[in-house]
């Protein structure tokens, strides 16, 4: 394949994509958590809560500006390598982007301030609905974003200007709400919540495995484990929603993820296979035959396979069919994590370090394999369209150099690399060593009047318990 | 009465463009005087001055360009390609300047922390004069082929580009040295008055000949003034001659102020400085408009159908006052001197 201008700037924008994704799925979920310990601390009066806040809002502070930053990139990808798409598709989704803007980047950027170093200037209440506003934000902000790339997956409400080529809206609602608009929005909130379910989970399994556990370890866990044990069957239900839609909208991506080449009544479930693209055909595949009546009980007629569609007009097959496998697999373990988690709790186990705490640790990571490989689903899936089955990607392309793409592509990767190995330093070293720096409130501070400082939410983080280096 | 959304979102980026100009380059201009903090302390000091707001400073920018985006996709879709390598170099500086803000009090180790001071001020500064140099090559005007930039890679780096980026690089200095004065006491106060001094000379030099420079730019900007080296049209300068004259009088005022000659209320130089950095965008704002791609596309060709147009101003009615309500409770709630035992860190 021959490193153009196009195909360095698809790899710049899944590059810069993914890695901006990492964070606002933790910040989404983590927000509403802050908001729920706030609001629990509170409502209950146990200081347990106030630990969690104290404890969690320092790793929110830094995974948020990781966000803030990594998403200035985003507003910008679209003009500078992606000029004629923006071009065309600016009187439709414009406005989309426009709103988020409106309602919700300004109020999570402003109140974060307020959230962050507002302790000593506002009450507890004010503070509540400070947090609550960021969190608020996150939902807003997702609710457009996801609105606007579900347009171009699933276009509607739309006509084409003869003399420009330009989309421009016929109706905005059709716009906003696109046919798989609900689905992947809700499939979306869903994944935020549960990767932040499992770090959560990840972290509170450190600190019982390395004995320094605590209240808040104990409370965390368990709101961890009963998370994943509640959602990861509603985000299987969402999923699958979100497959029915694409399997009426867009085919020949439901084609490439299941690895269906022939057109057939009922199709296999393919378990294991390498996509050949070039025999249009599976090497090594292990099936399961004739699940489809079962899978899409509601499709009529024929499954399409890829032989329904022009070899111009197919995903790439290798990188969706084993994408889509990569993120079950992941949502499989930690909905195996949720529940045993559960039975561990119920059976009094949770709190002593076992088996499950050793693989929860490393199950931190996977809700985000699991939102970049589902990101890699939908985008990839959508090719070789912007717009799907409207405008190709390869006539989307802003008029710059190979050049100026490979140097933006290797300095992005340099500062991400640098920046992402820093952050994830400085958030581990937050999450894995406990509670213990928050837990005395210094004499003066308790004679306060309620509503006065929780006192500084910071402090360095290469100080262990105990003010010792933690333990690597 | 038919609205014209065009003129009514030219003027509402322009206004954002503004806003995060006077709110964000303050931030970038202390990042830049945080390279000449005598020691940690003044260092945090200066940053805990900004850390509840920048945030929402950054969110202009986003604006700006989602903004541009929405209400003029011809014109970003020119506009970034033609500015791909100052843009890419400034979202790179924010992005080191904006994790900064938190890494660098995480880091308790030598070579971390001064890594991450480095990055706050490298970042800063290299981000303002990239800003700078997009602005530049802004007002000397890109190439335009049909509906896209048709120039080369490097055609937004002249001389008037560079001395445009310099120009920007100290006003956000100067920005930041009265957001200082306001905000500190002490000898902190007393080092960021001397810096503001300093800083307000240079924007003097630097405005001026920007100013000088941009009238001979195109011949529609001089003819627009009525005022080039060799001839003067006072029917023309004169109904627009207040615009510079103002900046004159505010730079003589801020000087003032910073000297400390007269009692001056704190708030005052950075108020007198963010009219100093008003006029001389009005004077821009009269050489351009209506141009939304200097001088090949117009507000009017760039802008989005008026569908779109009119949503999104229905929204921006609504929002924007909201914003600016909560914007100025939260500096409200943040009024006063930094106390630094209340510095979020340490």
């Known amino acids: 394949m021959e490193l153009d201008a196009l195909i360095l700037s698809r790899l710049q924008f899944a590059f810069v994509i993914a890695f901006h994704i990492i964070f606002p799925a933790f910040t989404i979920g983590l927000a509403a958590f802050l908001a729920v310990c706030e609001g629990l601390w509170l409502w209950t009066k146990r200081d347990v809560f106030k630990r ?32 004629v798409f923006a071009d065309k598709t600016g009187s439709v989704i414009g406005p989309l982007l426009g709103y988020e803007v409106l309602t919700a980047f300004f109020l999570e950027a402003t109140f974060l301030g307020v959230m962050l170093f507002g302790w000593k200037r506002v009450g507890n209440k004010l503070h509540f609905i400070a947090t609550c506003a960021v969190a608020i934000g996150t939902t807003i902000s997702a609710f457009w974003i996801l609105s606007a ?13 003869a003399e420009t080529g330009n989309f421009y ?8 709400f ?16 549960i990767t932040t379910a499992a770090v959560i989970l990840a972290a509170g399994a450190w600190q019982v495995v390395r004995h320094h556990e605590e209240e808040p370890t104990r409370w965390q866990m368990r709101m961890a484990v009963g998370t994943l044990a509640v959602l990861m069957p509603l985000q299987i239900w969402a999923g699958h929603w979100s497959g029915e839609v694409a399997h009426e909208y867009q085919p020949a991506k439901v084609a490439a993820i299941e690895g269906w080449w022939e057109t057939s009544e009922i199709q296999p479930t393919i378990l294991f296979g390498i996509p050949d693209e070039e025999n249009e055909r599976n090497i090594a595949e292990i099936a399961i035959p004739g699940t489809s009546p079962y899978l899409f009980p509601n499709a009529e007629g024929e499954l399409k396979g890829l032989d329904a569609f022009a070899e111009e007009d197919r995903p790439p097959v290798f990188i969706v069919f084993w994408a889509f496998r990569i993120m079950v697999g992941a949502g499989m373990v930690m909905l195996a994590l949720g529940i045993w988690g559960c039975v561990l709790w119920w059976r009094k186990r949770i709190d002593k370090p076992g088996l499950f705490h050793l693989l929860a640790i490393p199950g931190g990571a996977l809700g985000f394999v699991a939102v970049i490989t589902g990101w890699v689903v939908a985008e990839v899936g959508r090719q070789p369209f912007t717009v799907y089955g409207q405008l190709r990607t390869e006539d989307s392309l802003a008029p710059v150099s190979t050049g100026q793409v490979a140097t933006s592509l290797i300095i992005f990767m340099v500062v991400y690399a640098i920046i992402f190995t820093a952050g994830t330093i400085y958030m581990a070293r937050i999450a894995t060593r406990g509670f213990q720096d928050d837990a005395p409130e210094p004499p003066e501070r308790e004679h306060r ?14 100080t262990g318990p105990h003010g010792r280096k933690p333990a690597e | 009465m038919e609205l014209d959304l065009p003129l009514i979102w030219g003027l509402l980026i322009a206004t954002a463009v503004m806003l995060y100009v006077l709110l964000d380059g303050m931030d970038l201009g202390i990042g830049i005087l945080t390279g000449f903090a005598k020691s940690d302390d003044e260092r945090n000091l ?18 700006g360009g989602g903004g541009l985006f929405a209400a003029f996709p011809l014109a970003y879709a020119i506009l970034m390609p033609a500015f791909y390598l100052p843009v890419l170099l400034m979202l790179a500086a924010l992005i080191f300047r904006g994790v900064a803000f938190e890494f660098r009090h995480k880091a308790v180790r030598r070579p971390t922390k001064l890594f991450w001071n480095g990055a706050f001020f490298y970042g800063s500064l290299t981000a303002a004069l990239a800003q700078g140099l997009i602005l530049g090559g802004f007002i000397q005007g890109v190439t335009v082929e049909g509906r896209s930039f048709a120039g080369g890679a490097l055609d937004w780096l002249t001389p008037f580009s560079v001395l445009v980026a310099v120009s920007v690089a100290i006003g956000y200095v100067l920005l930041g040295a009265c957001w200082l004065v306001l905000k500190t006491e002490g000898e902190v106060q007393r080092r960021a008055r001397n810096r503001g001094k300093i800083a307000l000379v240079g924007v003097a030099v630097c405005f001026a000949a920007v100013s000088l420079a941009t009238l001979s730019i195109d011949p529609r900007v001089t003819e627009r003034w009525g005022f080039s080296m060799t001839e003067i049209e006072f029917g023309k300068l004169l109904p627009l001659s207040p615009i510079p004259l103002i900046g004159l009088v505010l730079t003589a005022l801020v000087w003032r102020d910073l000297t400390g000659k007269v009692s001056a209320p704190d708030w005052r130089p950075y108020v007198l400085s963010a009219g100093i950095f008003l006029s001389g965008y009005l004077g821009l704002a009269v050489s351009l408009f209506p141009n939304i791609v200097p001088f090949e596309v117009d507000i009017w060709q760039a802008a989005a159908r008026d569908n779109a147009l009119m949503l999104m101003f229905v929204g921006a009615a609504v929002m924007l006052p909201v914003i600016l309500i909560y914007t100025g409770y939260v500096y409200s709630l943040f009024w006063g001197k930094v106390d630094p035992d209340e510095a979020y860190h340490d």
């Open chain 1, 149 to 161: 790339n579900s347009w171009m997956q699933t276009p509607a409400g739309f006509a084409i200007d």
């Open chain 1, 449 to 462: 009047a309620p509503g006065t400082p929780l006192g500084a939410v910071d402090d360095p983080a290469e």
């Open chain 1, 178 to 193: 696109n046919p798989s608009f609900p689905s992947r929005y809700v499939h979306m909130m869903l994944a935020a919540f």
């Open chain 2, 46 to 63: 200066m940053t805990a001055t900004i850390e509840p707001v920048w945030d929402g400073n950054e969110t202009w920018l986003i604006l």
């Open chain 1, 52 to 83: 969690l806040y104290l404890h969690w809002i320092k790793i929110f502070a830094l995974a948020f500006a990781m966000g803030v930053v990594s998403g200035v990139v985003m507003s910008y990808q679209f003009g500078t390598n992606w000029s």
């Open chain 1, 169 to 176: 809206a016929t109706n905005f609602w059709d716009v906003v």
